[in-house]
């Protein structure tokens, strides 16, 4: 069997996965409404009629939302954590969530996805833009 006779039966398998997650889209309710997601998507200029696809922004916004929950109870955890040892006593177990502690969480996010965005080609295709929108400017000017 050759390399292209194995990409192709690769790229087949990845598409019917793709098509099986996207089918069961259609039976799943995320916790995000659709109509809150299509109302942010049309105010950011994007509009489509696939409830896939809205279901999809949906699910991946649940998850970055639950992911940022979890980091910033992780600090609320460690917080909590110096404070009884500071005070050698611990009466309540309940976690109090700050906004020290969200912002932290926040705070962490904002520096992996900007450090995998200036760490990717992402960065060169700006600089690229960059420089043509430059030159389109110079030329439309003369």
């Given at each position: 069997m050759n390399q292209n006779q194995q990409s192709?039966?690769?790229?087949?398998?990845?598409d019917a996965a793709l098509?099986?997650?996207?089918?069961?889209?259609?039976?799943y309710t995320p916790t995000i409404p659709d109509e809150l997601?299509?109302?942010?998507l049309a105010k950011s200029g994007f509009q489509c009629p696939d409830v896939r696809l809205i279901r999809?922004?949906?699910?991946?916004?649940?998850?970055?939302?639950?992911?940022?929950?979890?980091?910033?109870?992780q600090h609320c955890k460690s917080r909590q954590t110096s404070i009884i040892k500071d005070k050698k006593q611990q009466k309540d177990k309940?976690?109090?969530?700050?906004m020290e502690d969200l912002s932290?969480?926040?705070r962490e996010v904002?520096?992996?996805v900007l450090?995998?965005?200036?760490?990717?080609?992402?960065?060169k295709d700006v600089i690229r833009l960059k420089s043509e929108l430059c030159i389109f400017n110079f030329r439309s000017h003369r």
């Open positions: 192709s039966e690769g790229r087949h398998d990845d098509s099986d997650f996207l089918a069961s889209l259609m039976d997601v299509e109302h942010y999809l922004v949906a699910v991946a916004t649940q998850k970055f939302i639950a992911e940022v929950a979890n980091d910033a109870l309940r976690s109090i969530l700050t932290k969480a926040l904002r520096s992996i450090q995998g965005v200036l760490t990717s080609s992402f960065k």
